[in-house]
Nanobody, 127 residues
Framework: QVQLVESGGGSVQAGGSLRLSCLASGSAFTYTCMAWFRQAPGKEPEGVAVVSTNSGRTWYADSVRGRFIISRDNTRNTLSLQMNSLKPEDTATYYC????????????????????WGQGTQVTVSS
């Protein structure tokens, strides 16, 4: 059984930074990819960033590339998302996710690939 618990959300002004963390219990880090998603009210979930837990290679949505950094610490079972130069359109609930099957992480921005989800943490960016 895998449990994912996010933390680090909050409110910040545009241009500011936040760092999200996701603590994974169980065997989440035995799978090849882990990801961050976000969902704003009335919108579909959006894949934000994916990391290979083996190689550390990363992939990002165009909307956050160059501003967000995903990383993992396999020894601490922790997934992180450093968010810089935040914009009001980044406002959403952010979720970390882990799969139960292996796949090429480069295609990992699709929510259907993931089976375990955290409870979410709210990020609000004001202009």
């Amino acid at each position: 059984q895998v449990q994912l618990v996010e933390s680090g959300g909050g409110s910040v002004q545009a241009g500011g930074s936040l760092r999200l963390s996701c603590l994974a219990s169980g065997s989440a880090f035995t799978y090849t990819c882990m990801a961050w998603f976000r969902q704003a009210p009335g919108k579909e979930p959006e894949g934000v960033a994916v990391v290979s837990t083996n190689s550390g290679r990363t992939w990002y949505a165009d909307s956050v590339r160059g501003r967000f950094i995903i990383s993992r610490d396999n020894t601490r079972n922790t997934l992180s998302l450093q968010m810089n130069s935040l914009k009001p359109e980044d406002t959403a609930t952010y979720y970390c996710a882990a799969p139960t099957t292996a796949f090429y992480c480069g295609s990992g921005l699709e929510s259907a690939r993931y089976d375990y989800w955290g409870q979410g943490t709210q990020v609000t960016v004001s202009s």
